[in-house]
């Protein structure tokens, strides 16, 4: 071997060189309105187990054509293999079904000279880790599957081709969140989408927007803004105002007495921001969702939360979301007779969001702090809360977001309780505005809700599997005298596996009768639990996940209320939308 290429591969400290984990919330613009250069469509694309290309330094690499080169190499970053991004690229090829690893996508940016301007590149999602290189230079990296993060290209870029490289690395690891076991499957790379922002020197950062704590004629407006004295901020037929910076941060009071967001009148308003040359838009509702006792209340009223939980999965394209996989989902909640929807386990799309605020959806929205997470470990503890960070910043307009979720199903430990009241003080720091919860614990024994965490939060989830893995059904209505929560109650999970293809059984577990049975069960025991005050059962689709290969599952976990075809609804749906149409009625 050549002498650098030997001393590469004995150079077992080659990945300290990447460890900055540098592009976090903080690096964040506001992109509402802006318009964005896509860079989705064809990128060239390897699989790399070994590290070869970090420790070879591929992103180095200028092109050449094959015959004037006089090195072999091994990989070419700017021809040979294909791929579509956004994509999962378990679902692009067979043999790379259970890869993990890291894998590497190239493409061409070609930009003209802008002397005035700044330019932004925004990655929707790419699982798990990131690695960003423009022009061989290392610019950073980004930890977390399903968070957006942005990257400065400004002082990086040269006026015409340049070369993006991105090495995205899905490989399971204890210190992640979340950890090496889930339930869910493993997909890995770039699948949401990748965008070029330009700006003016000023660049708005955030603008955050809600009715101010307790009002209904006040507005909180804060700003972020580099380059600007002061800002002027328009929402449409409400108010027009100048909001003074101090140090780039601006934050103002607004009388004004907006029309309200809810579900039957899902009134959004159109605000624009302008500082200098640069401008957002976005569309706002404004509500009041706050916790009374035992009561959640929305705009001062009562709400029972009649949800579905849903994972971002397709039988097809992986993790990738489409408008009209969205839409169709949507219109499964409305059959149900849905007014509130899980996004279960981590931040799914903001498209998401967006059309529950259109729809009239209200969201509980997730980071997954799932499971037996690495709690004693700050690292561990940095990328959650910078996962909730980015979620938070990314979403804190939608009205239909009520709820950050800090965790599921995590062991009542001195170190989880210390990491999960830490998330919830930082969640409540960061926006005021929205309840915090977390899937909980029952003491099996008891037969208690009990759990520490659950002072930290506003509402106690509890995922409860009677009548499938917890055998003796009638413990759930034990369980229910035996707590005396002071808290609401959200049964953030219960259901059962079905499965309806020509190899699931006619009765028993698995079956769809069995299934449907256990739905009866529960909405008529939860129904009667006055603590209890909404639920989002689990699921609405079959989902698929490595963990899951009885005769039955084959790959997939069936709880769902509809099979992965999407379409074929099975006998429980119309159980929970009947149920669901009982306690709307009841509602009014
Ligand atoms: C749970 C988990 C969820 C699983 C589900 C199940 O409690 O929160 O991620 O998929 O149970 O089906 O076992």
Same mark, same amino acid.
């Given at each position: 071997?050549? #002498?650098?290429?030997?001393?590469?591969?004995?150079?077992?400290?080659?990945?300290?060189?990447?460890?900055?984990?540098?592009?976090?919330?903080?690096?964040?613009?506001?992109?509402?309105?802006?318009?964005?250069?896509?860079?989705?469509?064809?990128?060239?694309?390897?699989?790399?187990?070994?590290?070869?290309?970090?420790?070879?330094?591929?992103?180095?690499?200028?092109?050449?054509?094959?015959?004037?080169?006089?090195?072999?190499?091994?990989?070419?970053?700017?021809?040979?293999?294909?791929?579509?991004?956004?994509?999962?690229?378990?679902?692009?090829?067979?043999?790379?079904?259970?890869?993990?690893?890291? /894998?590497?996508?190239?493409?061409?940016?070609?930009?003209?000279?802008?002397?005035?301007?700044?330019?932004?590149?925004?990655?929707?999602?790419?699982?798990?880790?990131?690695?960003?290189?423009?022009?061989?230079?290392?610019?950073?990296?980004?930890?977390?599957?399903?968070?957006?993060?942005?990257?400065?290209?400004?002082?990086?870029?040269?006026?015409?081709?340049?070369?993006?490289?991105?090495?995205?690395?899905?490989?399971?690891?204890?210190?992640?969140?979340?950890?090496?076991?889930?339930?869910?499957?493993?997909?890995?790379?770039?699948?949401?989408?990748?965008?070029?922002?330009?700006?003016?020197?000023?660049?708005?950062?955030?603008?955050?927007?809600?009715?101010?704590?307790? /009002?209904?004629?006040?507005?909180?407006?804060?700003?972020?803004?580099?380059?600007?004295?002061?800002?002027?901020?328009?929402?449409?037929?409400?108010?027009?105002?100048?909001?003074?910076?101090?140090?780039?941060?601006?934050?103002?009071?607004?009388?004004?007495?907006?029309?309200?967001?809810?579900?039957?009148?899902?009134?959004?308003?159109?605000?624009?921001?302008?500082?200098?040359?640069?401008?957002?838009?976005?569309?706002?509702?404004?509500?009041?969702?706050?916790?009374?006792?035992?009561?959640?209340?929305?705009?001062?009223?009562?709400?029972?939360?009649?949800?579905?939980?849903?994972? #971002?999965?397709?039988?097809?394209?992986?993790?990738?979301?489409?408008?009209?996989?969205?839409?169709?989902?949507?219109?499964?909640?409305?059959?149900?007779?849905?007014?509130?929807?899980?996004?279960?386990?981590?931040?799914?799309?903001?498209?998401?969001? +967006?059309?529950?605020?259109?729809?009239?959806?209200?969201?509980?929205?997730?980071?997954?702090?799932?499971?037996?997470?690495?709690?004693?470990?700050?690292?561990?503890?940095?990328?959650?809360?910078?996962?909730?960070?980015?979620?938070?910043?990314?979403?804190?307009?939608?009205?239909?977001?009520?709820?950050?979720?800090?965790?599921?199903?995590?062991?009542?430990?001195?170190?989880?309780?210390?990491?999960?009241?830490?998330?919830?003080?930082?969640?409540?720091?960061?926006?005021?505005?929205?309840?915090?919860?977390?899937?909980?614990?029952?003491?099996?024994?008891?037969?208690?809700?009990?759990?520490?965490?659950?002072?930290?939060?506003?509402?106690?989830?509890?995922?409860?599997?009677?009548?499938?893995?917890?055998?003796?059904?009638?413990?759930?209505?034990?369980?229910?005298?035996?707590? /005396?929560?002071?808290?609401?109650?959200?049964? /953030?999970?219960?259901?059962?596996?079905?499965?309806?293809?020509? #190899?699931?059984?006619?009765?028993?577990?698995?079956?769809?009768?069995?299934?449907?049975?256990?739905?009866?069960?529960?909405?008529?025991?939860?129904?009667?639990?006055?603590?209890?005050?909404?639920?989002?059962?689990?699921?609405?689709?079959?989902?698929?996940?490595?963990?899951? +290969?009885?005769?039955?599952?084959?790959?997939?976990?069936?709880?769902?209320?509809?099979?992965?075809?999407?379409?074929?609804?099975?006998?429980?749906?119309?159980?929970?939308?009947?149920?669901?149409?009982?306690?709307?009625?009841?509602?009014?």
């Amino acid at each position: 071997l050549a #002498e650098n290429a030997l001393a590469a591969l004995h150079d077992e400290g080659y990945a300290r060189a990447y460890d900055a984990r540098n592009l976090t919330h903080r690096g964040m613009i506001f992109t509402g309105g802006r318009v964005a250069q896509s860079l989705d469509g064809e990128w060239n694309f390897c699989v790399d187990l070994l590290d070869t290309g970090l420790r070879q330094k591929w992103f180095a690499m200028q092109p050449q054509p094959p015959s004037e080169r006089s090195e072999p190499w091994d990989y070419d970053p700017f021809m040979g293999e294909v791929v579509p991004v956004p994509s999962n690229w378990q679902m692009l090829q067979d043999k790379w079904y259970f890869f993990e690893g890291g /894998s590497w996508y190239t493409r061409p940016l070609d930009l003209e000279p802008d002397p005035d301007g700044r330019l932004f590149l925004r990655v929707g999602a790419a699982s798990y880790d990131c690695k960003v290189f423009l022009n061989g230079t290392y610019l950073g990296n980004h930890l977390g599957a399903s968070t957006p993060f942005f990257v400065e290209l400004t002082d990086h870029v040269r006026p015409g081709r340049n070369w993006l490289m991105l090495f995205v690395d899905n490989r399971r690891q204890a210190d992640r969140v979340p950890m090496q076991n889930t339930d869910w499957f493993n997909y890995g790379g770039v699948y949401r989408e990748v965008s070029l922002y330009r700006t003016p020197r000023t660049v708005i950062r955030d603008l955050v927007l809600s009715l101010a704590p307790d /009002s209904y004629d006040r507005i909180t407006a804060r700003v972020e803004i580099e380059g600007a004295d002061s800002a002027r901020l328009q929402i449409e037929g409400l108010a027009e105002v100048e909001i003074p910076l101090t140090d780039g941060v601006g934050e103002i009071e607004i009388a004004a007495s907006p029309r309200l967001w809810s579900p039957e009148d899902p009134h959004l308003y159109d605000v624009t921001l302008t500082a200098g040359a640069d401008q957002v838009r976005d569309r706002v509702g404004f509500r009041q969702i706050q916790r009374r006792g035992t009561e959640i209340l929305l705009n001062g009223s009562p709400i029972w939360l009649r949800g579905i939980a849903v994972h #971002e999965d397709d039988r097809d394209l992986g993790k990738v979301t489409t408008e009209e996989d969205l839409i169709r989902r949507f219109d499964h909640a409305r059959d149900l007779n849905c007014n509130f929807m899980r996004l279960a386990h981590y931040p799914h799309h903001e498209r998401a969001a +967006q059309l529950a605020d259109e729809r009239g959806i209200l969201i509980w929205a997730e980071i997954p702090v799932y499971w037996a997470i690495d709690f004693p470990n700050p690292a561990t503890r940095a990328d959650a809360e910078n996962q909730l960070a980015e979620l938070i910043r990314r979403d804190r307009n939608r009205a239909s977001v009520v709820i950050w979720s800090i965790g599921n199903e995590n062991a009542d430990t001195d170190a989880r309780l210390d990491f999960m009241s830490g998330l919830a003080a930082h969640a409540r720091a960061m926006d005021p505005t929205r309840l915090i919860a977390a899937a909980c614990l029952v003491n099996h024994q008891t037969l208690r809700i009990e759990d520490r965490l659950t002072e930290h939060l506003d509402i106690i989830g509890i995922n409860e599997y009677y009548g499938w893995y917890d055998e003796d059904f009638d413990d759930l209505g034990r369980i229910g005298k035996n707590s /005396s929560p002071d808290r609401p109650v959200v049964i /953030s999970e219960t259901g059962a596996d079905a499965d309806i293809s020509p #190899e699931g059984p006619a009765e028993g577990l698995f079956s769809e009768a069995y299934q449907a049975e256990i739905y009866r069960k529960q909405t008529a025991t939860l129904a009667g639990l006055d603590y209890v005050k909404g639920m989002s059962p689990w699921i609405l689709y079959d989902f698929r996940t490595e963990r899951r +290969q009885g005769i039955y599952q084959r790959g997939w976990n069936r709880k769902g209320l509809i099979a992965a075809d999407k379409t074929t609804r099975k006998a429980a749906f119309d159980i929970l939308a009947a149920f669901y149409a009982e306690r709307a009625k009841e509602a009014k």
